[in-house]
């Protein structure tokens, strides 16, 4: 079924989904896959953009998905934007939205729990741990529902791109995973939807979160000792921010945590602080002396 008042192609069933998917397929068309919450800004656009260079199709899937969220967090107050989503995915090329009902992700007597350990250990688990649980089990339904070739995931959420490569291995996902560049706003900020949360004051402070990871990771890539050089962003980050969950560099490729002195290998540099009643996450890639 298509939704009348949307300006591009649109399910809502997981058949309506599978009906155009299967029609690309039949003609030899390659499927890609953007996975939002919707109120879609430009770091979403730009993972539609390079799902659609990879891809000969794109489905953009836009789900405000309630495992993820704990009691008392944000998921009634989310930002529902479905009518400015689809006219933004119309702008930018994509060919289908997926907004399914509830129903159609979490069915009368769901039962099932996906259970992730490796990157999902420590950081944001830390401070929410249903948060990964609930990413990875709605990923790998999505991705079963799609069935795509290639899907894109932003490397803003770096931990969660690491946990989707994990599990879409562990799961024989049969998907290819890209990342995501971050888009930023001038000042550095991340743009996140949940920045829309941000009074101007806020929004003031949250810019400098970037330049402290920025300064921490030029630390590291100029042999700066690994421990020495994360007290003193976090100090930096506290003297800002209303909370600082963590400031941190870890092994790129596992999160795991570095040896003190100079860093060796590929490293990433992650935070997430609060500003106000809002929750900032950022990261940065660290070049090795
Ligand atoms: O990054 C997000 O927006 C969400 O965690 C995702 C991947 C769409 C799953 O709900």
């Given at each position: 079924?298509?939704?009348?008042?949307?300006?591009?192609?649109?399910?809502?069933?997981?058949?309506?989904?599978?009906?155009?998917?299967?029609?690309?397929?039949?003609?030899?068309?390659?499927?890609?896959?953007?996975?939002?919450?919707?109120?879609?800004?430009?770091?979403?656009?730009?993972?539609?953009?390079?799902?659609?260079?990879?891809?000969?199709r794109?489905?953009?899937?836009?789900?405000?998905?309630?495992?993820?969220?704990?009691?008392?967090e944000?998921?009634?107050?989310?930002?529902?934007?479905?009518?400015?989503?689809?006219?933004?995915?119309?702008?930018?090329?994509?060919?289908?939205?997926?907004?399914?009902?509830?129903?159609?992700?979490?069915?009368?007597?769901?039962?099932?729990?996906?259970?992730?350990?490796?990157?999902?250990?420590?950081?944001?688990?830390?401070?929410?741990?249903?948060?990964?649980?609930?990413?990875?089990?709605?990923?790998?339904?999505?991705?079963?529902?799609?069935?795509?070739?290639?899907?894109?995931?932003?490397?803003?959420?770096?931990?969660?791109?690491?946990?989707?490569r994990r599990?879409?291995?562990?799961?024989d996902?049969?998907?290819?995973?890209?990342?995501?560049?971050?888009?930023?706003?001038?000042?550095?900020?991340?743009?996140?939807?949940?920045?829309?949360?941000?009074?101007?004051?806020?929004?003031?402070?949250?810019?400098r979160?970037?330049?402290?990871?920025?300064?921490?990771?030029?630390?590291?890539?100029?042999?700066?000792?690994?421990?020495?050089?994360?007290?003193?962003?976090?100090?930096?980050?506290?003297?800002?921010?209303?909370?600082?969950?963590?400031?941190?560099?870890?092994?790129?490729?596992?999160?795991?945590?570095?040896?003190?002195?100079?860093?060796?290998g590929?490293?990433?540099?992650?935070?997430?602080?609060?500003?106000?009643?809002?929750?900032?996450?950022?990261?940065?890639?660290?070049?090795?002396?």
């Amino acid at each position: 079924m298509s939704h009348p008042a949307l300006p591009l192609n649109a399910a809502t069933t997981i058949a309506d989904l599978r009906r155009h998917v299967a029609d690309w397929r039949a003609d030899g068309r390659r499927v890609g896959f953007v996975p939002t919450m919707g109120a879609l800004h430009e770091g979403h656009l730009a993972l539609v953009r390079q799902a659609l260079k990879a891809a000969d199709r794109v489905v953009v899937s836009v789900f405000v998905n309630p495992a993820q969220f704990a009691q008392g967090e944000d998921f009634d107050s989310y930002p529902r934007t479905l009518e400015e989503d689809a006219a933004k995915l119309a702008r930018t090329g994509a060919q289908l939205i997926y907004a399914p009902a509830a129903r159609q992700i979490y069915p009368d007597g769901f039962a099932t729990e996906v259970r992730m350990g490796g990157p999902a250990a420590g950081l944001e688990s830390a401070a929410r741990p249903h948060f990964f649980h609930g990413v990875a089990l709605v990923v790998a339904k999505l991705l079963n529902q799609v069935r795509p070739d290639i899907a894109v995931f932003g490397e803003k959420d770096y931990q969660q791109l690491l946990v989707i490569r994990r599990l879409a291995i562990d799961l024989d996902l049969d998907v290819e995973i890209l990342a995501g560049e971050t888009v930023r706003e001038a000042d550095g900020l991340a743009l996140s939807s949940r920045n829309a949360y941000l009074s101007p004051e806020d929004r003031r402070r949250a810019g400098r979160l970037n330049v402290i990871l920025a300064e921490f990771a030029l630390a590291l890539s100029e042999g700066a000792p690994a421990r020495a050089a994360e007290a003193e962003a976090v100090s930096k980050a506290e003297r800002v921010f209303d909370a600082v969950d963590y400031v941190t560099a870890r092994d790129a490729g596992t999160l795991g945590a570095l040896p003190d002195g100079p860093i060796q290998g590929p490293v990433r540099v992650l935070a997430a602080v609060k500003v106000g009643s809002t929750r900032l996450i950022d990261n940065m890639a660290v070049t090795p002396p």
